[in-house]
Each structure stands twice: as C-alpha cells, then as structure tokens.
C-alpha cells in the first residue's frame, strides 16, 4: 500500500534535484559525458570541443494552457488524498 507523502516533502525533493540531479537526468549527464570524452578524444585537431551537453537528449516541452495546469494541480492533490474544491 501506498504512503501519503506530505507535499513539502515533495516539493523540498524537487528543489533538490535543481541542485543535485538523480534519476534519468543524472544517468543522462553520465553517459553524456562519457560520450563527450570519446568524441573529444578522436575529434580532430581544428574541431571546436564537444560538450557534455551536446550529447544530453533534448525532450521537447509543450507549452501548457492555464486550464492545463489547473487540471494537472487538481490531479496532484487528488492524487495526494487532498479535495478540490470547486467554487
């Protein structure tokens, strides 16, 4: 069964991984970098040099509507065990 896990929790846990990356972002910039030094290596002498984050994947992030969002806050809380309440 699952836990309720208090919101500020959640929150303070996002803000972290602002600061410190976990999960796929941080298995990402590893293999990034990995790739980076390989290219580098056998790039050639005139090449400008690779970036990690030339090689990260770049997923692309629609633009949400205000009704959107509402929704997606609604769901948040729901999913929490909170009520939304509507006016």
Known sequence: ??????????????????LE???????????????CTV??????KNTKAYKPEDFMPKFEKKKQSVEEMIQIAKMMTVGMGGVVKEK
């Open 39 to 44: 290219a580098n290596a056998n790039r050639g």
């Open 21 to 35: 990356p976990f999960g796929s972002q941080a298995d990402y910039l590893g293999s990034a970098i990995v790739a």
């Open 1 to 18: 069964m699952l836990e309720k896990v208090p919101s500020k929790l959640i929150l303070e846990w996002m803000a972290f991984s602002r």
